[in-house]
Structure formats: C-alpha cells, structure tokens
C-alpha cells in the first residue's frame, strides 16, 4: 500500500506542477510523439551545451497522467547529462517496465521508479514510455515522428 501512495503523490506532483512542461526557444532538437490509442501526444524539445550535453529540456502536449508525469519526470533525470548517459537511464526504464531491473538500477531512476508497477497494467505501458522512447529517437535517430502503437 506505501508504494501506491508514493505512486500516486509523485504521479500527482509531476501532473499539477510539472517543472518541465513548458516550450524552450530555439531548441537544438525537438521530435513529436503520438499515441494514437489512447490521444497521448508530447512534442520533446532538447537544447544541447557545446560540450554535447543535454543543457535544457522540456515538452509540450497533451495526454494521460502517465504519459505527463513520466515526461516530466525523464526530462529531470536526462537534463545535464551526455546523449549516452541518458540513453543508458532509458534502457533502465525500458527494463523496469519489462520487469528486469535490479535494485540498483532502480534507484538510478529515482522519481521515475515509482511507475514501475505500471508494468502491471499493460494497456498503460505506452503512456509511461511515450517520452522515453521520443528521447531514444532525437538522440539516436535525430528525426521523424514517434508512435507507441506496436509498443
């Protein structure tokens, strides 16, 4: 039951005071993500430092609670950290939602793991993972649009 009250109030917090929803002049990259089952649609915005690093972030759009919170919550992780640092915290991510993270893991997460029992609820799991996986296309792949409908 702890873990489902600590669900819902970090949930609530990232819902009614997301830090990062707001757009960013002049981003470096920004990349839409849809998903179309559920109308989940964040728009990601990047401005990366001379040195390569993610120096700002933030989205705009619309969408579930799940999809805003777990937005908001990946830009605080990613935000000050090289291309690689933030792919290695989605794969984490990835993990968490497919069941096979450590404990270790886990914590490197830290807000973001309290979606981890979304894992459970399967038709949620786009949601949680829509901005991550628009994260994973700019830095990877550098365009197109993302959408979770084969997630």
Not at 25 to 45: M, Y
Request: hydrophobic share 35%; glycine share 8%.
């Amino acid at each position: 039951m702890q873990n489902r009250t600590f669900y819902n109030e970090i949930l609530t917090e990232h819902n009614l005071h997301p830090t990062h929803k707001h757009p960013i002049i002049d981003p470096s990259a920004s990349l839409r993500g849809v998903n179309p089952s559920c109308g989940d649609d964040v728009t990601l915005q990047l401005k990366f430092a001379e040195d390569g690093s993610i120096e700002d972030g933030a989205f705009v759009g619309d969408g579930c609670a799940i999809s805003q919170a777990s937005a908001d919550m990946m830009l605080d992780l990613v935000v000050g950290r090289t291309p690689e640092e933030a792919l290695a915290l989605k794969d984490i991510f990835m993990k968490m939602i497919k069941e096979k993270v450590s404990e270790e893991e886990l914590e490197m997460l830290e807000e973001a793991s309290s979606l981890q029992d979304i894992s459970h609820m399967p038709a949620r799991v786009k949601c949680a993972v829509l901005g991550w996986r628009t994260l994973e296309q700019i830095l990877e792949k550098g365009g197109g649009e993302v959408t979770t409908e084969n997630e």
